[in-house]
Structure formats: C-alpha cells, structure tokens
C-alpha cells in the first residue's frame, strides 16, 4: 500500500443514512473533496418516506427526540434547524393503552406525569421526580464526557474526567432492576422502560445507563419536524451540498478494493477510485459482502455471534374516517411485557399477546394523507431473523389489527384504501442488515460503549459510521457517529482535509485523545 495519499485526495461516503450524512458533511466543511454513493433513489437509510395513494409516509423512525443534539449539529456549520425545517412540540405527545382496559395520556410537562404515576402508585410522583433529576445529570454527564468525546477505545476510559461517573456504577445493572429502585407498579416501571426499543434493548438485558432516556422523554419532550423525519433527511442533504458533497443517488457499491494503494469502488456504474472510505453501510455487510476475506477484520462467525436490536413487522395503513382516539404517537401494551421480550431474546418466535407502537403522523400534519383519511404506521418488534413470508405477515396483520380494534377501540379492518407491509426480510434485501434487524446492535452492556465496532476498519483508510458503531443506535447517535468518524479521518489522514484535520466545538473535543497526545496518522 501507498505510504501518502495521492495528490488532490477523495474521499467516498457509501451510504447516506444520518450518518454517512452528517460524516459528509463534516469532512466537507473541513477542505475535503467528498462524494456520497448511495444505492437507492434517495438518501435517508432506513429513514425512508412512502408515497402511495395520496398518503405519505416515514418509512423508519418517527419520533424526534434530543432535540439538543440536532441543534449542536447544525450549530456547527453556523445553521440552526429551523433554517431547514419547523419543529411542533407534541401534545400529548404519547397515549398508552393497556390491555386491561387503562389508559394514561402523557403531556410534555412534569406535572402531567407527576399526576399520572401518583394515581397508580402513592408517593410514585415524587419519586419520578428524583429519577427524572438524577436521569438529567446523568444525561449531561454521558454526554459531555462519553458520548461526545467520541470514546471508542477501552483506552479512552483511563481518564480523570470519568471519575464523576465511578460513584453510578448502579448503572451498568440492568434497567428493570434500576427502576425497580423508585417504582413498584407494573405500568410505572413500563412507562419508564419503553424507551429501549427505540435503542434495540430490553428492560432485561440493557444497561441501567440507559435511564437517561426517561430525561430525554419527560423533560426534553417529543417533537414532529416539518415534513416529518423526511424533512430531516432532506435538511442533512441540503446542508451536505451546501458544503459541497457530490451526491448520486441510484449507484450501488459492489466491492471496496483497497489493496492497489487507493481503493476500488466497484459499482453497477464502472469502477471508481478514491483514497478514503467512509461506511455508512453496516460493517457486517461490508466485511461479507464488500471486502476481500484477506482484509476483514472478523472471522466468519463473528457477525453471527452478536446480540441484535429487534427487527419490525410493520404496516403502513392509509385510512378512511376518524382514528380516535389514537394520538401522533400511541402504545399498546399487555400489562405484563415479559413474554414478548423473551420472544425476541430468549426464544424467538412471533410474539402471542404483543406489545406495539402505532404512529398516526396526520394527526399533526394533514399534509400526509388526503382529506377525511389518516395515515397510520403500526410497527411490532419482532426478533430478527424470523420467517416472514406471505402467509405468516397475513396472519399477523390480522392479530394486530383485531387487537387495536379490541384493546384501543378502533377497528381500521374495513376502512383502509392503502396498504404496505414491512418485515425481516425487507431490512435484510433493503439495507443488508444481519438477520433482518431493523436497528443494528442492541445495546447491551458487552455492546456499548468501547465494545461497539470501532470506526477505524482494520483496513487503513476504511471508516464506519452508523448505527453499529459508537455511540450507537437512533438518529441523533448517528449524527454523532458521523462527527466521530470524520474526526478519526481526520486524525489519521490530515492531508485529505487540506493538512488541518476536523476541527469541533472546543467544549466538546470529540475524539481527542485523553492524554493529550495527537494520534499519529497512519500510512497507507
């Protein structure tokens, strides 16, 4: 391999997920000569929108959370959101609906909740208030001295600025047993618990540092941007070629070649050449679809050892007449969840008596569905790699949609004039996810942290961001996997950002080295 990059160095982002977005645009801003590759006719990732029949629709995640996060993205590039897109506080911004007949409707203010988990459990409400400060502590210090600083390395840990977080040790036990500590009710502990889906967890087998999650539901709230997560995409993109990011749509990635001292991009266009690799795609498909076996970094059993955040089976509904009383955002939850988790980790199968997420996004926008219609999204968590053909997704659209009928009271089953359904074997054809998680890998304590794919390939010059790396899963982590992959780059590879590296928000050196020691650029 070469020992320096050539003259006039390019660097190809493959993917334009959040993170290969936001990994773009940082290398831009910072001198590179960056293009984006991604294989579909849009950019997005799994954050893909549907259109049919009128109806609009966001294809992956739908709840806009850490807004904090969003706004030190764009803050970098002297933009604030609302440059791109308006943001509409939701209220209420969840509704749950239990399946013993109860229900529980959560506004974004601390009395709401305080009211609602006083009425199940006396002295729960204050409590609550004590989980909820000591979450948003915990919040701002995760992500001022872990999540931002861009811990990759068991090394990164061996550091003075940590020694604020040795007293929470409580915090690598598990959630169920942590909230345990503050709540006793069945329904008080789910509600303080449910926020692990969005990260691929259970209440079972996710560290109790994920607590912070409740801060970042009950204090910060829930937000719809304009346009949807839609919107955010094209906000990331806009701003990426702002920056100047060449972006192609449509172009597939077939085979990373980096063994002639640049890379080799096969594509279905030709093959392209390019000093500098930025994934976006996850790097289980890299390493078996992309790379030659010599320059994997993994065995071939490696991928299939690991703990995979759930899978979906999902229905994208277009739906005559009224949906109360549905909120934007609404659960439907059996009181006890327990079996349904074991479904996914322990013994896989099609969950029996499911718990599931319903999103109804026209309740906010009447842009997304024709007048006198709604669009709803039903989405179960299902374990990856389970059987998905025709007759066992029809079966299932009929247990859910009875079940919303029975447990929500409202029956969709003779009103809907738009139907799409996605499964487990859509995610893996779609984006090559291993066994079919919609997600990537779930956050359990061996999967967090410095023990989360790194975003240094073993194969120098080669980068992932994304959901399977640090800090892991959700939008806003990848928006700061793409800081963090951009940094290493950097780091490693000064010359391809016109000698000066990345340079970030001096109150948040992401990536620096906690000695203070530069690291060295590596040859190629």
Known sequence: ??????????????????????????????????????????????????????????????????????ERFFGHFDREPEDYYELERLDPQYRVFWKDGDRATIAPNRENVHEVFESYEPGAGDALAEYLDRAERNYDLAMDRVVYEGRDRLR???????LPLAPRYRLFGNMDDYVGRYVDHPKLKQLLEYTLVFLGGSPYNTPALYSIMSHVDLNMNVFYPEGGIAGVVDALATLARERGVRIETGVEVQSIDGRAGAFDLTTDAGTRRTDLVVSNANPAYVERELLD??????????????????????????VEGDVEPLAHHSLVLPTDWSDHFEAIFEEPRWPDDPAYYLSVASETDETVAPDGHHAVVALVPIAPGLEDGPAVRERYREKVLADLAEHAGVDLRDRI????????????????????????????????????????????????VGSFTGPGIGMPM?????????????????????GDGLTLDATHPTGSDPAGSATPPRSR
Not at 293 to 299: A, C
Request: charged share 20%.
């Open 478 to 498: 990848c928006l700061i996997s793409g800081e963090h992959a951009a940094t290493a780059l950097g780091e490693d590879y000064p010359e391809a950002l016109g």
């Open 1 to 70: 391999m070469a020992d320096q990059l050539r003259d006039d160095p390019t660097i190809t982002v493959v993917g334009g997920g959040f993170g290969g977005l936001a990994a773009a645009a940082y290398l831009a801003d910072a001198g590179g000569e960056v293009e984006l590759l991604e294989r579909h006719d849009r950019v997005g990732g799994h954050a893909g929108v549907i259109e049919r029949d009128g109806f609009r629709f966001d294809s992956g995640p739908s709840w806009y959370l850490m807004p904090d996060v969003f």
């Open 417 to 464: 004039v738009s139907e799409t359904t996605a499964c487990v074997s859509d995610f893996a054809d779609r984006y090559g996810d291993p066994q079919g998680t919609a997600l990537g890998l779930a956050h359990t304590l061996f999967q967090t942290g410095p023990l989360r794919p790194g975003h240094r390939a073993g194969l120098d010059g080669l980068y992932y």
């Open 156 to 162: 990164d840990y061996v550091d003075t600025d940590l």
């Open 293 to 318: 076996p010599s320059d994997r970094d993994h065995g071939p059993n490696y991928w299939d050892d690991r703990t995979y955040a759930p899978s979906a089976y999902m229905l994208y509904l277009g």
